[in-house]
Nanobody, 127 residues
Framework: QVQLVESGGGLVQAGGSLRLSCAAS????????MGWFRQAPGKEREFVAR????????YYADSVKGRFTISRDNVKNTVYLQMDSLKPEDTAVYYC????????????????????WGQGTQVTVSS
């Protein structure tokens, strides 16, 4: 199992930037693909980004492509989400999640395909 703790959320003006971090504990972090999801009020949780366990492959939702960047540090057991050019519609609770023992080529984006979840961090973008 992987325990996940997100941080870095907050209030930012439209056009601004934030960097989210997700610290992981447990022996399987480096064997896990990692994802970021978000859930806005009254909406379903949705996929944002994914990174393979070796950091080589990344995938993004169309809504964030070109603005968000996912990365990871397997020495620090941390995954990051750099969010630039933020928009009010990016306002949501952001969650990181682990897809344990996923193949490097896997591009899974469904919530049910992830094994472990953090508690989330709030991101609010004002207009």
């Amino acid at each position: 199992q992987v325990q996940l703790v997100e941080s870095g959320g907050g209030l930012v003006q439209a056009g601004g930037s934030l960097r989210l971090s997700c610290a992981a504990s447990g022996r399987t972090f480096s064997s896990s693909a990692m994802g970021w999801f978000r859930q806005a009020p009254g909406k379903e949780r949705e996929f944002v980004a994914r990174i393979s366990r070796n950091g080589v492959r990344t995938y993004y939702a169309d809504s964030v492509k070109g603005r968000f960047t996912i990365s990871r540090d397997n020495v620090k057991n941390t995954v990051y989400l750099q969010m630039d050019s933020l928009k009010p519609e990016d306002t949501a609770v952001y969650y990181c999640a682990a897809d344990r023992f996923a193949a490097i080529s896997s591009a899974r984006t469904r919530i049910t395909e992830y094994d472990d979840w953090g508690q989330g961090t709030q991101v609010t973008v004002s207009s």
